[in-house]
């Protein structure tokens, strides 16, 4: 199986750089071109299954570079994006000090309170990720958010930390892994 995984396009509150987090707003003008340029990029692929998170702007995603309507796609509340509580929509640099060192190195700094953990991201994602592996599909898509693929991306790669924090994936940055058999790789990352 190759899963294509890939993060939504841009919209308004990444181009302000806001912690979006949960809330809900479409792909703007950027975010869809972005999206439309890697469906060309791929090519002919037809993906067996298309997943996204419940997000707009992740399903928008997921349906262009899937290539697919909205109603095909299957939304997973566990690829949705991290829980920032009370930091929620506030600017990256305005979140203080206790958010920016924990999204910058939660290696390092615990989740400030109502913050959803590392741990928490990993369990969740994991279970995705176990479940998808059963399936009987050559080619999957993935569509979900900047945070949230961190430790998708660890667990597909092994990391004894559970995440792959840096660098941080870019809009309709899409990573494939081949997983055969228990054992995966990353094959491709398509910028």
Sequence with gaps: ???????????????????????????????????????????DIKFDAVYSSPLIRAVKTASIIGNVSEDQIITDERII???FGKYELMGYFATGPRM?????????FP????????????????SF??????KDYENVLVACHGGIIRPIRGY??????GIIWR????????????????????????Q
């Design 156 to 161: 597909l790669e092994g990391k004894k930390s």
């Design 1 to 43: 199986m190759k899963i294509y995984l890939t993060r939504h396009g841009q919209t308004d509150y990444n181009k302000k750089r806001m912690m979006q987090g949960r809330s809900d707003i479409p792909l703007n003008e950027v975010g869809i071109a972005q999206a439309t340029e890697r469906r060309k990029q791929l090519g």
């Design 81 to 83: 994006e991290a829980n």
């Design 129 to 134: 990720i176990e479940e998808l592996e059963k």
């Design 167 to 190: 660098p941080r994936p870019k809009n309709c940055e899409i990573f494939v892994y081949e997983s055969i058999g228990g054992t995966r790789k990353l094959i491709d990352d398509i």
């Design 100 to 108: 920016i060192a924990y999204w910058t190195l939660p290696e390092i």
């Design 111 to 126: 989740a400030p309170k109502g913050v959803e953990t590392i741990k928490e991201m990993r369990e969740r994602t994991a």
